[in-house]
């Protein structure tokens, strides 16, 4: 277990439309083998991004 952060640039193309393109951060921590908490936050570096975003998830994976 322990921490992890990230750093991304990342864009969406729809097929109509103007693109977006966003910077965000997040930062991980792995409770077990199985289970992650995470928090994120960004911003749009276009004017068709959101302006900002947050978050927070948890993740969980299944006994195969």
Same mark, same amino acid.
């Given at each position: 277990?322990?921490?992890?952060?990230?750093?991304?640039?990342? /864009?969406?193309?729809?097929?109509?439309?103007?693109?977006?393109?966003?910077? *965000? #951060? =997040?930062?991980?921590?792995? +409770?077990?083998?199985?289970?992650?908490?995470?928090?994120?936050? /960004?911003?749009?570096?276009?004017?068709?991004?959101?302006?900002?975003?947050? *978050? #927070? =998830?948890?993740?969980?994976? +299944?006994?195969?």
């Amino acid at each position: 277990g322990g921490p992890s952060a990230y750093l991304e640039v990342y /864009g969406i193309a729809p097929a109509i439309g103007r693109g977006q393109q966003s910077l *965000g #951060a =997040g930062y991980l921590y792995l +409770l077990n083998p199985r289970m992650q908490i995470d928090l994120y936050a /960004g911003t749009g570096i276009n004017a068709a991004a959101p302006d900002v975003y947050v *978050g #927070a =998830g948890f993740s969980m994976r +299944l006994p195969d």
